[in-house]
């Protein structure tokens, strides 16, 4: 699997832009703050319908437009596949009607890493008017996709960033984002069991809330605890597939990552990993009711799956109190390549692997090595940023695999010719060559709205294959 021509309209900080890329290495060079991590981002977005960067959709749009649209065209399993992305803001949009279904994510949608429309509700789950809200649209093949978590795991993606420094450093929240959104693109009984999950605590956790405290039990909250308990036996089945799901991938995960580290590292030292959850050692109604009363004095759900944590280790000392800065970014790098190949063991497709700022705190042995690795035939298609030219350039000249480099200054990018061929004609620059009125179709009203036409498809590259090999 590949993505082999991008369009971009209004996003972030790229306002027009169409790329070919290489179904190997992609190589983007420029600046900081020129746009290079956009790029990723927008190829992140849709894979995932939404950023890499948890922000309001908002942000997407470039500043003073009032709506974004990205195309991307892909080979999968020997077939072309077309995905359209678009966004448009309340002022364009219109505000959303009371029941209408809107873009932003749910509290619940964030924490799984993933994007989802949901219908507005007011605190016991029931239908209400919500304000104005980003209007976001999915198709594949020119066929609207209405629901965004069937499209979750069609191109399954993993991007190595600095911000993954938030997996050793924050809290269990992102760790628990990071296992959620492995799961969410390699089992849809996962994504469905998590959301369902997710929607019964947020219900439970509103009435624990409004009866905490020691003048809160009146007699109309008291008629809540039946619905309490209803609530709580429901939770019981998701909980206990959310752990079992979790803990075996943290059992692969910490096997795969301590391989990694090991040939990152030259064996100087090994790592570990250690899932923590209250259901290690109890069912999901053990724990629920032991910790029944605690809930109802604090307000909120104590104990569960939206309590799990990871602890990372390098020799058995914890890694973000002991492991330096290089070791830390070691770790993350094994742990995002542990998460590729169980990604690809899963799906049978080998992930688009998105490496940002990688050179970054990495002695040259390093760099080496782990470009050497991920340009050998056990991965895909790899985007790679870097602000040193000659440094990638010095890279990609060991590296026997079929490499395209682009220079982008201020979100406009440049194809660069290879090392070996003479300067590239006007036809390599990134400059879309559809109508510039394209995003107005692609954006246009709700009811009406329809995929932007554009040229066909490509045909299926001389160098694809079908991988039968078995992812902040």
């Given at each position: 699997?590949?993505?082999?021509?991008?369009?971009?309209?209004?996003?972030?900080?790229?306002?027009?832009?169409?790329?070919?890329?290489?179904?190997?290495?992609?190589?983007?060079?420029?600046?900081?703050?020129?746009?290079?991590?956009?790029?990723?981002?927008?190829?992140?977005?849709?894979?995932?319908?939404?950023?890499?960067?948890?922000?309001?959709?908002?942000?997407?749009?470039?500043?003073?437009?009032?709506?974004?649209?990205?195309?991307?065209?892909?080979?999968?399993?020997?077939?072309?596949?077309?995905?359209?992305?678009?966004?448009?803001?309340?002022?364009?949009?219109?505000?959303?009607?009371?029941?209408?279904?809107?873009?932003?994510?749910?509290?619940?949608?964030?924490?799984?890493?993933?994007?989802?429309?949901?219908?507005?509700?007011?605190?016991?789950?029931?239908?209400?008017?919500?304000?104005?809200?980003?209007?976001?649209?999915?198709?594949?093949?020119?066929?609207?996709?209405?629901?965004?978590?069937?499209?979750?795991?069609?191109?399954?993606?993993?991007?190595?960033?600095?911000?993954?420094?938030?997996?050793?450093?924050?809290?269990g929240e992102e760790r628990r984002r990071f296992l959620n959104f492995i799961l969410s693109q390699t089992d849809p009984l996962y994504l469905s069991n998590i959301q369902n999950y997710n929607a019964l605590l947020a219900q439970r956790n509103k009435l624990l809330k409004l009866c905490a405290g020691p003048g809160a039990r009146s007699a109309a909250t008291r008629g809540w605890d039946e619905l309490i308990q209803t609530i709580t036996l429901q939770m019981e089945s998701p909980a206990a597939y959310v752990h079992a799901k979790r803990q075996e991938l943290a059992e692969s995960l910490s096997?795969?990552?301590?391989?990694?580290?090991?040939?990152?590292?030259?064996?100087?030292?090994?790592?570990?990993?250690?899932?923590?959850?209250?259901?290690?050692?109890?069912?999901?109604?053990?724990?629920?009711?032991?910790?029944?009363?605690?809930?109802?004095?604090?307000?909120?759900?104590?104990?569960?799956?939206?309590?799990?944590?990871?602890?990372?280790?390098?020799?058995?000392?914890?890694?973000?109190?002991?492991?330096?800065?290089?070791?830390?970014?070691?770790?993350?790098?094994?742990?995002?390549?542990?998460?590729?190949?169980?990604?690809?063991?899963?799906?049978?497709?080998?992930?688009?692997?998105?490496?940002?700022?990688?050179?970054?705190?990495?002695?040259?042995?390093?760099?080496?090595?782990?470009?050497?690795?991920?340009?050998?035939?056990?991965?895909?298609?790899?985007?790679?940023?870097?602000?040193?030219?000659?440094?990638?350039?010095?890279?990609?000249?060991?590296?026997?695999?079929?490499?395209?480099?682009?220079?982008?200054?201020?979100?406009?990018?440049?194809?660069?010719?290879?090392?070996?061929?003479?300067?590239?004609?006007?036809?390599?620059?990134?400059?879309?060559?559809?109508?510039?009125?394209?995003?107005?179709?692609?954006?246009?009203?709700?009811?009406?709205?329809?995929?932007?036409?554009?040229?066909?498809?490509?045909?299926?590259?001389?160098?694809?294959?079908?991988?039968?090999?078995?992812?902040?």
């Open positions: 699997m590949y993505l082999c021509k991008l369009k971009v309209i209004n996003f972030k900080n790229i306002r027009e832009a169409t790329l070919q890329f290489s179904p190997k290495i992609n190589c983007i060079l420029g600046n900081n703050g020129g746009g290079k991590t956009n790029l990723l981002d927008a190829i992140y977005y849709l894979s995932m319908t939404k950023s890499f960067f948890n922000i309001p959709e908002n942000y997407a749009v470039t500043f003073g437009e009032q709506s974004m649209g990205l195309i991307g065209d892909y080979m999968l399993q020997e077939k072309s596949e077309r995905i359209h992305l678009a966004i448009k803001l309340p002022d364009a949009a219109g505000a959303s009607q009371p029941g209408t279904q809107a873009s932003q994510q749910s509290p619940q949608a964030s924490q799984q890493g993933i994007g989802e429309n949901q219908p507005g509700s007011n605190q016991l789950g029931t239908t209400a008017s919500q304000p104005a809200r980003n209007e976001k649209q999915l198709w594949r093949n020119e066929k609207r996709i209405a629901k965004f978590s069937s499209h979750i795991g069609l191109l399954p993606i993993v991007m190595v960033s600095p911000q993954d420094a938030i997996l050793v450093n924050g809290s096997q795969y990552t301590a391989q990694y580290y090991k040939e990152l590292s030259g064996n100087r030292e090994a790592v570990t990993m250690r899932y923590q959850s209250d259901l290690n050692s109890s069912t999901p109604k053990e724990i629920f009711q032991r910790s029944q009363q605690q809930d109802l004095r604090f307000g909120y759900t104590t104990a569960g799956p939206h309590r799990d944590d990871v602890l990372f280790f390098i020799e058995g000392f914890p890694i973000k109190k002991v492991g330096s800065q290089g070791q830390q970014k070691s770790f993350l790098i094994a742990l995002k390549l542990a998460q590729f190949q169980i990604i690809k063991q899963i799906s049978g497709k080998l992930p688009i692997l998105l490496l940002d700022d990688l050179f970054d705190k990495l002695d040259m042995t390093r760099v080496e090595y782990l470009l050497s690795l991920v340009a050998g035939e056990t991965f895909g298609q790899i985007f790679i940023t870097d602000s040193n030219k000659v440094r990638i350039n010095q890279i990609l000249a060991r590296v026997d695999s079929t490499a395209k480099s682009f220079e982008v200054h201020g979100g406009t990018y440049q194809e660069q010719p290879a090392q070996s061929d003479a300067p590239a004609d006007e036809s390599a620059e990134a400059t879309a060559e559809e109508p510039a009125d394209a995003p107005a179709e692609a954006l246009a009203e709700a009811a009406e709205v329809a995929p932007l036409a554009d040229t066909p498809a490509p045909a299926a590259h001389p160098s694809a294959t079908n991988d039968g090999g078995a992812q902040q």
